[in-house]
């Protein structure tokens, strides 16, 4: 039993920047890989950004050298941090952990518009 709870989504200008967080209800990074993903209108959800649980990062091409995921263990909580945002990535976001069992968060609006 895994609850994963989103904040940080919003407003924001191009070229401007959101951190967005997802709070873990226990303790889950040593056996869970924790993976950003997003889902514009009329698109499939697609991955954004992943860490494994040995803390290796990916992220797909659009969003390299602008967002950074990381966790912070004290917290039980991952963060992803955007910069240089673009209209594209407009989208609702979605945390994910995957391990034994796979959990979603809620999902959380992030609009880049000026």
């Known amino acids: 039993q895994v609850q994963l709870v989103e904040s940080g989504g919003g407003l924001v200008q191009p070229g401007g920047s959101l951190r967005l967080s997802c709070a873990a209800s226990?303790?889950?990074?040593?056996?869970?890989?924790m993976g950003w993903y997003r889902q514009a209108p009329g698109k499939q959800r697609d991955l954004v950004a992943r860490l494994s649980s040995g803390g290796s990062a990916h992220y797909v091409d659009s969003v390299k050298d602008r967002f950074t995921i990381s966790r912070d263990n004290a917290k039980n909580t991952v963060y992803l941090q955007m910069n240089s945002l673009k209209p594209e990535d407009t989208a609702v976001y979605y945390c994910?952990?995957?391990?034994?069992?796979?959990?979603w968060g809620q999902g959380t609006q992030v609009t880049v518009s000026s």
């Open positions: 994910k952990a995957e391990g034994p069992y796979d959990y």
């Open positions: 226990r303790n889950i990074f040593s056996s869970y890989a």
